[in-house]
């Protein structure tokens, strides 16, 4: 079977041709000469033309179906740009059928309009998030919070909540797209069923999305976006999100291959500031990141050479006699496999559970570690963190988990987010309140925490008080004159 007739049927009606999805050249798809996937199509706005959502579900189903068998028919494997453009060719071929079923039933054809916002609809169905892309695509949307497919939420980036349209006619339907949505990855497809009623997925462009069903009164769901993906601590500053020597100060720990655990409450930018801090990484250095998620995309943004990028595979089936599902592979063994890469670098991304152990072995291997986690304040952090290290099972006292966070753990960043009504809606605020240093100590916590800096009367992370180990951070970078001159105003 020839590439031309994979991705262009002949009998096609010239009146769908010009229809913006099918409308696009079609690049190569020899394998000799690899091409760019195209942009995705823009999305349409599907409150223009009613749309029979249940007609563009039938039509997922079966150009689902049809890719699947002729990408299985194909002795050589369709790159991801070759399989869009034959699903491009699978859904015209669909709708041009259903339309000449249409006519022959006395129904009438669609008008122009109505075909294109269906093939569009499809299309994202297929290979985006169906009736979700349009909020996606929207630059004012932060985060999409569904708990029902009629009860829509989307914060906006200036702190608002306003109501979005419905995502699905109904929550069944809503449930059939998200099983849809995480079986289709070829390289990390996730269950969600009955048996695995939650789901975590990256999508493509840097968000991340969460689900629950089954569990749950009705289906919810929460989209995060990453609006700042090439983000530096300079950045962060004219954001008013930390003062200049406080980015000083943590440009000179990163340097100095300090390992530090960035804390705060959902949404409050602990990712962001994570790419920030390691955008003060040597491009030289080899990095390696290990994520339940990919949230980072280190690896995407080009400023290092070399990015080594882990995720963790939650597995399907039925457990074994080991107690582990098929297919499963965690970040402790990812870990474990990286000590061969030669890496500069460990990044643990975010620490909920059990990750805390390939946390920790990373900061004990001396890389100058960073990880995220949820937390009220920086002390608080490392007692969240203790009970993480404590879930893996009775083998792990409080003693031992103290003892391995304080010897570890080098410095932890508490990031502070608030939300206030302003005369023309809402003002969201993002900033660093404090930064403690960790060591092993006191007897009856098993760590001791100096304030480093500690917030002022604006909730902003202002200079307290500096151990003297820290005062060689002045060789990397950090403003300790400055320091030392805020540190007495405020005294």
Known sequence: MSSDHLVRPTNADPRLIDLPLFGQPLPSTSAATPTRPPEPPLASSYDDVDIDWGIVASLRTLASKQLSQAVSAESSRLDKTAQTELGRAIVLDLIES????????????????????????VFDSLFRLG??????????????????HDNV???????????????????????????????????NARGFSEAQPRLHLRLDGGSRLAAAAWVTPRPSVVIRRHRLMQVTLEDLVERGMLSPLLASFLRAAVRARKSIVISGCQGAGKTTLVRALCSEIDEHEAI????????????????????????????????????????EFNLDEALIDSFRFNLSRQIVGEVRGQEIWAMIKAMESGTGSISTTHASDAVAAIR????????????????????????????????????????????????????????????????????????DASGTARPA????????????????????SEQQVLS
Not at 156 to 177: M, R
Not at 465 to 484: C, K, Q, T, V
Request: glycine share 8%; aromatic share 6%; with cysteine.
């Open 131 to 148: 009736r979700l892309q349009p909020l996606v695509d929207d630059d004012r949307v932060e985060n999409i919070i569904i708990a029902g």
């Open 465 to 484: 008080i500096l151990p003297e180990e820290y005062r060689a951070l002045a060789s990397f970078g950090f403003d300790l004159g400055s320091f030392l």
């Open 288 to 327: 390696g990141t290990f994520e339940t998620e990919y949230e980072l995309h280190l690896n995407e943004l080009g400023r290092h050479k070399i990015v080594h990028a882990w995720e963790a595979r939650p597995g399907s089936g039925e457990r074994g006699a080991d107690g582990r599902l098929a297919g």
């Open 98 to 121: 259903t339309m000449a079923d249409r006519v022959n039933d006395g129904r009438g054809a669609w008008s122009s309009a109505a075909q294109a916002a269906l093939a569009q609809a």
């Open 384 to 455: 969240k963190l203790v009970t993480c290290a404590m879930e893996a099972g009775p083998h792990v006292t409080h003693e031992l988990a103290t003892s391995k966070l304080a010897s570890t753990i080098d410095l932890i960043v508490q990031l502070d987010l608030t939300t206030e009504r302003a005369p023309d809606g809402f003002q969201r605020r993002r900033c660093v309140r404090e930064v403690i240093a960790v060591a092993s100590g006191e007897r009856e916590t098993g760590y001791a925490t100096t304030h480093l800096f500690s917030p």
């Open 153 to 187: 939420m989307l914060e906006l980036i200036d702190g608002s909540l306003i109501e979005g349209p419905p995502v699905a006619d109904s929550d069944a339907e809503l449930i059939d797209f998200l099983v849809f949505l995480a079986s289709r990855s070829e390289v």
